[in-house]
């Protein structure tokens, strides 16, 4: 049975980028968080499961997001087995400037933010990570080409116009906040963390929680795939007991099969129903066996209460 192809157009959705930040006491009170969630027109190289391309974020992408809604503060994407999903402070200026997303929060007071604030003012931390979704883009191909959206795709798996740029013209930003691992291309462009799929084991009934499993399984096929390609590109073969190796010069007529010499047709390829339903049935079972799986994490780490 054949797996459905995963898609490979670079997600739009739940998307982190990482930067470098500073930070600075505020009169011995506290501790005041400044860095730069993003910065501008700075190509970053993204080389991940979509393919290879250099991404930029345009001035003013974050601008109508600003105006609708100011993004929550929390610490490593608010996915911290002990604080979760609790925001670690309060953002008190955020705004676009000439070099990017400037981002100004005071840290709350509670004995696990301190933890967090004793190692930003150590250097411990030194990343910032912003979640965002896309809601307009622009491609380009190596010669400065627009790509049209349809042709994304094709042109990431082939690579026939070369490394392309996306630039990011709107986006829609939900957090920004210090995260322990993030990952840099170098100290002052704005680089990928992770694509992360975000799923809420509470929210499986909600048909958008059910597409980012699905998304998620498709990712672990794609590179189960992938991985086993290569594995029998670069591994010889071997030839089972009984059967015979041919050359690339043997071009004689393969013999006959028993059906084929009793002078019956080779049965054709299964109805397409019936294929539909063989892919219908193997989704189903990954949906399941996934659904097991997150409960059972759910269930061996119950949530902190009392935070």
């Known amino acids: 049975m054949t797996a459905p192809q995963a898609s490979k157009t ?6 982190c980028r990482s930067v470098p930040f500073t930070s600075t006491r505020d009169d011995g009170d506290g501790l005041t968080f400044e860095g730069y969630g993003a910065v501008f027109n ?19 992408a974050f601008r109508k997001s600003l105006r609708e809604r100011t993004p929550k503060f929390q610490f490593d994407h608010g996915h911290h087995s002990l604080i979760g999903s609790v925001p670690i402070g309060v953002i008190e200026d955020i ?20 933890l967090i604030r004793e190692a930003i003012a150590t250097g411990a931390i030194d990343g910032m990570s912003f979640r965002f979704s896309v809601v307009r883009d622009e491609w380009r191909d190596a010669e400065g080409k627009l790509v049209r959206p349809e042709d994304v795709e094709e042109a990431l798996w082939s690579g026939s116009r070369g490394i392309l740029l996306r630039t990011l013209k709107e986006v829609k930003i939900a ?3 210090p995260v322990v691992w993030p990952a840099y291309s170098d100290t002052t462009a704005s680089v990928r963390s992770q694509d992360p799929v975000e799923i809420d084991p509470t929210r499986l009934n909600e048909p958008e929680q059910r597409r980012k499993l699905g998304e998620l399984l498709l990712r672990a096929e794609a590179v189960d795939a992938q991985e086993e390609g290569e594995k029998s590109d670069d591994e010889p073969q071997d030839t089972p007991d009984g059967a ?12 006959p099969t028993e059906v084929e010499a009793e002078g019956h047709e080779p049965p054709s390829d299964p109805p397409t129903d019936e294929v539909d339903e063989t892919i219908r049935a193997a989704e189903e079972r990954l949906f399941t066996e996934a659904l097991a799986h997150v409960r059972t994490a759910r269930e061996s780490t119950p949530p902190m209460k009392g935070l």
């Open 10 to 15: 670079p997600p739009r959705d739940d998307v």
């Open 42 to 60: 700075s190509p970053t190289r993204i080389d991940s499961w979509e393919g290879t391309f250099d991404e930029q974020i345009a001035p003013g």
């Open 95 to 114: 705004r676009e400037d000439d070099n990017g997303l400037f981002v100004q929060a005071r840290l709350g007071q509670h004995f696990l933010i301190d």
């Open 244 to 255: 015979v190796e041919h050359s690339d010069e043997d071009t004689g007529t393969p013999p």
């Open 175 to 177: 957090e920004v906040g």
